[in-house]
């Protein structure tokens, strides 16, 4: 994966029909992750050495290693609580962005979703990577909380059949329901319970 992505920015880099004013990071929320994301990147020096710099500034707040996670195997990984996931993303998107700038690749814009807004603000420079460490740490934290004893309320609106339809559920939470593009998500402190409105 490394080679092939390397092949790819070299190429693009020298094409005079890119436009450097014309690239975006977008820093995703968590969601996004899969058993084994990122892994062949640790042979890459220029990632590898942040990423460790990553876990380094994670390891005061979270008290584990976000290496460690990422190289868990399916009997021990915890991608699947969100505040493991939030910090490994954090991590890995934060060090992918610092290896394409070592590459020569520069985005002019930088933005991100969720937990992705705290990886934004680190590369951007607008948050030291000790207190992007801090932050992420915290909020994934309050997220797992707040997940366990109350519920999620979802409002879709399906606009295919050209009639707005709205309906909201009352359930315990999943990750792909609250990261769901089609639903907004609001929280409520109710007991867990399903309903539909």
């Known amino acids: 994966m490394t080679g092939a992505l390397r092949a790819h920015v070299t190429a693009h880099a020298r094409d005079r029909a ?29 990632f590898r050495a942040a990423f460790e710099a990553c876990d380094r ?10 290496t460690a996670e990422l190289l868990a195997d399916r009997a021990t990984s915890r991608l699947e609580r969100t505040d493991v996931v939030q910090p490994v993303l ?25 937990p992705g807004d705290v990886a934004a603000a680190v590369f951007a420079g607008a948050l030291p990577l000790a207190e992007g ?16 004893p109350g519920t999620w309320a979802r409002r879709r609106v399906f606009a295919r059949t050209g009639a707005t339809t709205l309906r909201a559920t009352l359930d315990r ?25």
């Open 18 to 46: 890119v436009r450097p004013d014309a690239l975006a990071f977008c820093f995703s929320g968590h969601g996004s992750q899969w058993l084994g994301m990122g892994r062949d990147l640790l042979g890459e020096p220029a």
């Open 57 to 66: 500034a994670l390891r005061p707040f979270t008290g584990w290693s976000v």
């Open 90 to 114: 954090f991590a890995l998107q934060t060090a992918l962005a610092r290896t394409l700038s070592a590459w020569g690749v520069e985005p002019a814009v930088v933005f991100g979703q969720g």
């Open 133 to 148: 460490a801090r932050l992420i740490a915290a909020r994934s934290r309050l997220d797992s909380e707040r997940t366990h």
């Open 173 to 197: 939470p999943s990750s792909s329901d609250r990261d769901s593009g089609a639903a907004v998500q609001l929280w409520q402190g109710v007991p867990t319970a399903r309903r539909t409105v």
